[in-house]
Each structure stands twice: as structure tokens, then as C-alpha cells.
């Protein structure tokens, strides 16, 4: 069984930033893709960003310029550094992996942005 752990969230003023984190319990070598999904109150789970084994990117219209997502397979970890941060950005952030054994998520972690 696949488990990741994020990290990294907290509250922070608007134009601030963060780095999430989402660490592996195995190596991610393997993963297909690996991607970071939000979840505001009352609004549908959406993608932000997600980054493939092969290192492509995509992120959603409203994060680019804004948001990087990175991987190091050697550490397991996949990244999301969070820039010039926007109230609307608020959210709880999931992590999810690809790999070849099926689907993962991780428990989430909550940014909150403040005006």
C-alpha cells in the first residue's frame, strides 16, 4: 500500500508563499503522475497541478506564473511552491499518485490565505 504524507500548509497573508510537501512511502521512481488537488469548502475537489514521471508539467489557468510543481525521485517528494498566494487560494491540499499498483491519496493539508 501506497501512503503519502503532505506538509507544508498554514496560514499566510495574501502575497505570501508556502511549500507544500508530499512524501512517499516508497519509491516514486515508478509513478506515473503525481499531482496536487484542493478542496475548498463547498466546492468540488480540482486539480492544480501534476507532473509526470517523464518531468512534463500542467497546472490549472488560475495557478500559473504563480505555482511550481517539482519532483525528487531521490527523496521520494513531490513539491508545490505557492507564490504570491490569493484568498482564493484557500483550500485544503491533497496529494495524489499514479503508480503502478492503482491510486493514492493523502490525508491533506490545510492552506488558508488571509486578506
Known amino acids: 500500500q501506497v501512503q503519502l504524507v503532505e506538509s507544508g500548509g498554514g496560514l499566510v497573508q495574501a502575497g505570501g508563499s508556502l511549500r507544500l510537501s508530499c512524501a512517499a512511502s516508497i519509491n516514486i521512481f515508478s509513478f506515473n503522475v503525481m499531482g496536487w488537488y484542493r478542496q475548498a469548502p463547498g466546492k468540488q475537489r480540482e486539480l492544480v497541478a501534476h507532473?509526470?514521471?517523464?518531468?512534463?508539467?500542467n497546472y490549472r489557468d488560475s495557478v500559473k506564473g504563480r505555482f511550481t510543481i517539482s519532483r525528487d525521485d531521490a527523496k521520494n517528494t513531490v513539491y508545490l511552491q505557492m507564490n504570491s498566494l490569493k484568498p482564493e487560494d484557500t483550500a485544503a491540499y491533497y496529494c495524489?499518485?499514479?503508480?503502478?499498483?492503482?491510486?493514492?491519496w493523502g490525508q491533506g493539508t490545510q492552506v488558508t490565505v488571509s486578506s
Open positions: 495524489n499518485a499514479l503508480h503502478p499498483w492503482g491510486d493514492s
Open positions: 507532473i509526470t514521471k517523464g518531468g512534463s508539467t
